[in-house]
């Protein structure tokens, strides 16, 4: 089976541009989740969708959206790009079958993001 | 709320001694822990899981972790360090279905 995938894996944009990175789910997996890694600040929650709603999302000021489609792709986008939104954004998804409350997250590669 | 702590930013062992990271946690109600590992310029792996079942928790690579519910504690240990084990690891808790907390990493140096 597939693992999560993430394009692109490498981008770099200037200072407020917009950007879209994309997800796609291990196959029949409905939960995707986004994160942030930086060195600073490490590794923190954006949101999460599942069956296309936004069901947690994190302390990220509005600039960060996201959205799921019917396939349960899921993308990000970033308005007005800051230079400390540099930072590798990394794609988890999840299974249903599982436990209610204990589905294990799978990870992508991660979308390395440079703002110059 | 939830937290994490990783006890160690840094740990350095010599190839094939034994490996120890720490974590200790805090939740409102019983949680899931997680343990992942991230090698540079990748995605995190799962090593392991604890959801309520076994205590002493198996996972890929020989690495297992113990939950001490007493100490609110989890963490991760390995017989025999390998090269390949060099990486950051990550602590994690999950209460129920709210989001994930991570701890702040640990940097797994393997001395030849």
């Known amino acids: 089976k597939a693992g999560v995938t993430q394009t692109p894996r490498y981008l770099i944009k200037t200072r407020g541009q917009q950007v879209t990175l994309s997800c796609s789910p291990i196959?029949?997996?409905?939960?995707v989740s986004w994160y942030q890694q930086t060195p600073g600040q490490g590794l923190q929650f954006l949101f999460e969708?599942?069956?296309?709603?936004q069901r947690n999302k994190g302390n990220f000021p509005g600039r960060f959206s996201g959205r799921q489609f019917s396939n349960s792709r899921s993308e990000m986008n970033v308005s007005t790009l800051e230079l400390g939104d540099s930072a590798l954004y990394l794609c988890?998804?999840?299974?249903?079958?599982?436990?209610w409350g204990v589905g294990t997250q799978y990870f992508g590669p991660g979308t390395r993001l440079t703002v110059l | 709320a939830q937290s994490v702590t990783q006890l160690d930013s840094h740990v350095s062992v010599s190839e094939g001694t034994p490996v120890l990271l720490r974590c200790n946690y805090s939740?409102?109600?019983?949680?899931?822990l997680f343990w992942y590992v991230q090698h540079p310029n990748k995605g995190l792996q799962l090593l392991l899981k604890?959801?309520?079942?076994?205590?002493l928790v198996k996972g890929i690579n020989g690495f297992e972790a113990e939950f001490k519910k007493s100490e609110t504690s989890f963490h991760l240990t390995k017989p025999s360090a390998h090269m390949s084990d060099a990486a950051e690891y990550f602590c994690?808790?999950?209460?129920?279905?709210?989001?994930?907390?991570f701890g702040t990493g640990t940097r797994l140096t393997i001395i030849p």
């Open positions: 604890y959801t309520s079942a076994a205590t």
């Open positions: 988890a998804s999840s299974s249903p079958a599982e436990a």
């Open positions: 969708y599942f069956s296309e709603t």
């Open positions: 994690v808790v999950r209460p129920g279905n709210e989001k994930l907390t």
């Open positions: 196959s029949g997996h409905r939960s």
């Open positions: 939740s409102s109600y019983s949680p899931s």
